[in-house]
């Protein structure tokens, strides 16, 4: 162990959790104790990068399809906006579907719909500012911006599709792991897609640095958590 360890050991999150820890210690009943340790245990796990790497890659479909010269369109559901002191622009995961939606764009001549409304009043459509970064890349994009969920990503976009004449499959491009609940979606809704989701990240390295707790690895379980609870109520009949 390194200064560098000792110093994730004691700065924030960690350092928070011990904190935590402690109280847990400091507590006068057994039933607030307990509580307490479970806080901090479940904290410590979620924050984890190689269990918040695992929990996400779970989500991942087992049989993604290869991108196909099948389908009628290419359906890139949006993902989230930034902003900073030039504006707005599509954020990081929004860029990232952006990308590798035009890369296979180019290389099937297929057309492009990008959906996803306002995540937030007063901000504009996450699909307009996609957009915009699919015109940088030399790539027109057909914009969908009413849908406010991947439910409706799939219902407007196949009527935005059908709309233009579009036949065909839908290619679907989004993140590997949202991409179960889009093609469930897609079946509750009866749109014929196929998956082109992206390139899944690997695991972390198993170093030490690995099990300690991350703001990335919160923020990865948060999704992963997201999207599962998403996989149970779109079965549960919450997509319509």
């Given at each position: 162990?390194?200064?560098?360890?000792?110093?994730?050991l004691?700065?924030?999150?960690?350092?928070?959790?011990?904190?935590?820890?402690a109280?847990?210690?400091?507590?006068?009943?057994?039933?607030s104790?307990?509580?307490?340790?479970?806080?901090?245990?479940?904290?410590?796990?979620?924050?984890?990068?190689?269990?918040?790497?695992?929990?996400?890659?779970?989500?991942?479909?087992?049989?993604?399809?290869?991108?196909?010269?099948?389908?009628?369109?290419?359906?890139?559901?949006?993902?989230?906006?930034?902003?900073?002191?030039?504006?707005?622009?599509?954020?990081?995961?929004?860029?990232?579907?952006?990308?590798?939606?035009?890369?296979?764009?180019?290389?099937?001549?297929?057309?492009?719909?990008?959906?996803?409304?306002?995540?937030?009043?007063?901000?504009?459509?996450?699909?307009?500012?996609?957009?915009?970064?699919?015109?940088?890349?030399?790539?027109?994009?057909?914009?969908?911006?009413?849908?406010?969920?991947?439910?409706?990503?799939?219902?407007?976009?196949?009527?935005?599709?059908?709309?233009?004449?579009?036949?065909?499959?839908?290619?679907?491009?989004?993140?590997?792991?949202?991409?179960?609940?889009?093609?469930?979606?897609?079946?509750?809704?009866?749109?014929?897609?196929?998956?082109?989701?992206?390139?899944?990240?690997?695991?972390?390295?198993?170093?030490?640095?690995?099990?300690?707790?991350?703001?990335?690895?919160?923020?990865?379980?948060?999704?992963?958590?997201?999207?599962?609870?998403?996989?149970?109520?779109?079965r549960?009949?919450?997509?319509?």
């Open positions: 162990m390194n200064r560098t360890d000792i110093a994730e004691l700065l924030p999150p960690v350092g928070l959790l011990w904190l935590l820890l109280a847990a210690f400091a507590a006068h009943t057994r039933r104790r307990a509580l307490v340790l479970l806080v901090f245990v479940s904290m410590w796990i979620l924050g984890t990068p190689m269990i918040s790497r695992i929990a996400l890659r779970s989500l991942a479909l087992a049989d993604g399809a290869r991108p196909s010269i099948a389908a009628g369109a290419l359906l890139v559901l949006g993902g989230e906006v930034a902003r900073d002191d030039r504006g707005y622009e599509a954020g990081a995961a929004s860029e990232a579907r952006v990308r590798e939606a035009a890369r296979i764009a180019k290389n099937l001549r297929l057309p492009v719909i990008v959906t996803g409304g306002m995540l937030d009043q007063g901000e504009p459509a996450v699909a307009a500012l996609m957009a915009k970064s699919f015109a940088e890349r030399g790539v027109e994009a057909r914009v969908e911006d009413r849908a406010k969920d991947t439910c409706e990503n799939l219902r407007y976009g196949a009527a935005l599709a059908r709309e233009a004449g579009l036949e065909g499959p839908l290619l679907l491009v989004t993140h590997a792991w949202h991409m179960r609940r889009a093609m469930i979606a897609a079946d509750i809704l009866g749109v014929p897609a196929l998956p082109a989701p992206l390139p899944l990240e690997a695991l972390p390295r198993t170093t030490f640095r690995a099990f300690l707790p991350a703001p990335r690895g919160w923020g990865e379980s948060y999704w992963a958590l997201h999207e599962w609870l998403g996989v149970i109520l779109y549960a009949g919450m997509c319509r």
